[in-house]
């Protein structure tokens, strides 16, 4: 097999086309399941936000693999102001040293890139009791070693990793006594991976405008990184090449 998007596509088609539980027959329905979730991880990996763009730019990329494409409705009632206004909410960003307005989005990976759990949380929550939440939804056969930021301090949280069975591991504070840790090998995987989400996979430039759509969106683009590690793994290539899987 050769790194393409065509492979991609095909793979994800008969990986959800065997995953995915069978529906009824409906012949008002000419597309499946199975083909919607494999457009929506080319749309990810193509890095084409507008939905019509994408539909439209498909027809011509992709119509060779799809005996139909979806067609958007004709008259589509759209959202004047966005309605994520109402459910985003002020926080803090001590990397950049400075404050924003919106959401924060918490997100365990794997070393290899695959995401395991995300969270799109206010960012007045604590990111520890989301961490907590993130490893208990997450599927893992116990033992990890968590690899987090200054951030996840506290003894009460580290015991709660324990009981989890799990540990974690982060740089000491500037009032706690020198752990000996640097992370600095293993934070460039970390920023390599948000920097492949930001840039290849459009995560900022999302284009949703109501708190479900975001929702769905990022998943999308999860779903794609993670069919891309994956893949990768069968074709014996870098974990995170996914550039030649863009069209």
């Excluded at 989005?105 to 206010?122: E, I, N, Q, W, Y």
């Amino acid at each position: 097999m050769h790194a393409d998007l065509d492979t991609l596509c095909t793979v994800v088609y008969c990986t959800a086309d065997d995953l995915l539980p069978g529906k009824p027959g409906n012949a008002r329905r000419r597309v499946t399941d199975a083909e919607i979730a494999t457009l929506c991880v080319a749309q990810a990996i193509m890095g084409i936000p507008s939905d019509r763009r994408f539909l439209a730019v498909a027809c011509k990329r992709l119509g060779h693999l799809f005996p139909e494409l979806p067609q958007q409705p004709g008259s589509v009632e759209t959202t004047r102001r966005s309605a994520l206004a109402d459910a985003a909410d002020y926080g803090y960003c001590a990397s950049h040293s400075r404050f924003f307005w919106g959401f924060r989005l918490h997100r365990l990976f794997a070393p290899d890139g695959t995401p395991r759990a995300f969270s799109l949380a206010s960012p007045k929550r604590d990111e520890r009791e989301v961490g907590i939440e993130l490893l208990e939804r997450a599927n893992r056969s116990g033992g990890e070693i968590l690899i987090g930021d200054k951030g996840y301090a506290g003894r009460e949280f580290a015991a709660a990793v324990a009981e989890l069975d799990a540990t974690i591991v982060r740089p000491s504070r500037k009032n706690e006594a020198d752990n000996g840790i640097h992370l600095a090998p293993i934070r460039q995987r970390i920023e390599s991976i948000f920097w492949t989400c930001k840039d290849i996979l459009t995560l900022e430039r999302h284009g949703a405008r109501t708190l479900h759509n975001l929702r769905v969106r990022i998943a999308q683009r999860f779903l794609a990184l993670a069919a891309c590690v994956s893949l990768n793994h069968r074709l014996g290539r870098p974990s995170r090449a996914l550039v030649d899987y863009v069209a």
